[in-house]
């Protein structure tokens, strides 16, 4: 199966360190994330795979379009929902009647937090060394 030459839409979504490259093809809703089957690359996580279908699922389009992920950094849950983020951005590519109800269910919004970082005399980022009095 040639995957490039049916390409119809691409998104990319990012979630803390994660970012992922979401190719649409036309399909039967295979999901391939870095050459692998999605299901057993997200170590068989069905939140993980239902979050991903979540904007297909929400005009009926699961069973549409294959989707081929090239996904890379953080874990496996930041790479999910960077994968989330790039589907619902391929889909507005696609057609541009399905933002309003992409952005209303919240599968648009880029979640912007991030690991804070150390700071000297600390042990991590906000936890302290205890006090001793003597």
Do not use: W
């Not at 030459?5 to 809703?29: F, H, M, P, Y």
């Not at 069905?46 to 699961?62: E, H, N």
């Amino acid at each position: 199966m040639n995957l490039n030459q049916n390409i119809i839409s691409i998104g990319t979504g990012r979630r803390k360190e994660a970012v992922a490259q979401v190719k649409l093809v036309s399909g039967e809703g295979k999901l391939i994330i870095n050459g692998k089957n999605g299901f057993n690359y997200l170590n068989k996580n069905a939140s993980a795979i239902l979050s991903i279908q979540g904007p297909f699922q929400l005009f009926k389009l699961q069973n549409k379009f294959d989707i081929i992920v090239k996904v890379h950094g953080s874990g496996l849950s930041a790479q999910a929902d960077a994968i989330k983020l790039g589907v619902a951005r391929a889909l507005c590519e696609i057609n541009t009647s399905y933002r309003p109800a992409l952005k209303s269910s919240g599968y648009l919004t880029r979640d912007a937090r991030k690991v804070e970082r150390k700071k000297y005399g600390l042990k991590k980022a906000r936890k302290a060394p205890q006090f001793s009095k003597r």
